[in-house]
């Protein structure tokens, strides 16, 4: 039996968690475990598991990780897995983690395939913001996974019933519940969304100041354009979170990213490397970005990005 994290929202079963059930159908078969949601509970039978078993306490309506982790050992008790599987989202990641340290596991994140053999149970995993994939091997009584997102396609299995749904409660601890989600704040969503804008206009610490972004903003307004930015920018609090473009932040893949006053970290290319032209406005002609660049202009953005604006404005007759 395969022990499947499994993540929901609004009665739906999160997407990342059915790609994750798939890939924990090569290993065994599945059990899903759910923190509440009964509704979406029974949705999975048609991704193939038997029986979802339903953490239930009032305190679990906020999110706590060491809460959810504790959930997650307390079904290892209960049904004592081959493995546990979850999807390799922010929560998952942190959940695996926290059960890792509890329990001393081996926690591999960000799996693409796995294979086993007497050496152990082997797992190719992402590393490095998708820079380069790594052949693992985890020793040890119970291995822990998470499915990197996008990378094993979610599958329906012929004629899967509802499951049976088993509730329990944990034996949550005040110490599980040190670290909670207090509140939601909805992202500022104005204009074109950063994850499926045809075209980014993106700065870093070469913009100077949060006001430099009004000459990138403009830009991106006549280019029906989303702005983006690096984690310096963020840092600095130029931006919010939310714009930032990178391994720790949105990955983005438009047909034209342009990258102002961008260094071209390995962990900023990890988020626009899908982008299918790279456009670079820097002042070092040595700068990294220009590595990963199709066009690149050297000189100081504070003027060649005013002037694109006006020649496309000239170009419009606007
Ligand atoms: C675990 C981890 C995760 C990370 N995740 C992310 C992430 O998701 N996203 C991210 O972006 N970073 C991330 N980082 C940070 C990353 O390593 C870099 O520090 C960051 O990307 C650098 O930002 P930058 O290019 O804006 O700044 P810098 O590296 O300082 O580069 C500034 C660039 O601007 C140019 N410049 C300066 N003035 C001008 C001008 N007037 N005109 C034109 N060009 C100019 C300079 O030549 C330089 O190339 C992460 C780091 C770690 C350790």
């Known amino acids: 039996m395969v022990l499947v994290l499994v993540e929901h929202d609004g009665g739906q079963v999160d997407e ?13 078969e599945p059990a899903a475990l759910l923190v509440g949601g ?20 009032e305190r679990l309506a906020a999110y706590a990780p060491g809460a959810w982790a504790r959930c997650v050992e307390d079904a290892i008790e209960l049904i004592g897995p081959s ?18 340290a509890r329990r001393d596991l081996p926690f591999a994140a960000n799996v693409t395939a796995i294979g086993d053999d007497a050496s152990g149970l082997g797992a190719t995993r992402v590393r490095w913001g998708g820079s380069l994939l790594e052949e693992a091997r985890l020793h040890g009584p119970l291995p822990l996974l998470s499915v990197a997102p ?44 950063l994850a499926e804008a045809k075209v980014v206009v993106s700065g870093g610490r070469g913009v100077g100041s949060a006001d430099g972004f009004g ?10 354009a989303a702005v983006g930015c690096s984690r310096v920018v963020t ?16 990955k983005v893949s438009p047909d034209l990213y342009i ?45 060649i990005v005013p002037a694109i604006t006006a020649e496309l404005r000239r170009a419009r007759g606007s």
């Not at 009964?38 to 306490?57: F, P, S, W």
């Not at 999807?87 to 926290?98: D, K, P, S, Y």
């Not at 990138?216 to 280019?223: I, K, Q, T, V, Y």
């Open 16 to 28: 990342l968690s059915l790609q994750a059930l798939a890939l924990a159908r090569d290993l065994g």
């Open 83 to 100: 493995a546990v599987v979850a999807a390799g989202t922010n929560r998952g990641n942190e959940v695996l983690a926290h059960v890792a």
């Open 215 to 224: 000459m990138l903003e403009e830009l991106a307004g006549l280019l029906d």
């Open 259 to 303: 990258a102002c006053g961008i260094s071209g970290a390995t962990q900023h290319i990890a988020g626009c490397k899908g982008a299918k032209k790279i456009l670079a406005i820097n002042s070092d002609a040595e700068a990294p970005i220009l590595n990963s660049a199709d066009y690149a202009v050297i000189g100081d953005l504070t003027e």
């Open 150 to 193: 996008h990378t094993v396609a979610a599958a329906t299995v012929n004629g899967g019933a509802a499951p049976a749904i088993e509730s329990f409660s944990p034996a949550l601890a005040p110490a599980d519940l040190v670290v909670q989600v207090a509140e939601h704040v909805d992202a500022v969503q104005a204009g074109v969304s």
């Open 235 to 250: 840092s600095a609090g130029w931006r919010p979170h939310t714009d930032q473009v990178g391994q720790t932040g949105t």
């Open 38 to 57: 009964r509704q979406a509970a029974a949705q999975l039978g048609a991704h193939g598991v038997a029986t979802a078993y339903l953490a239930e306490d």
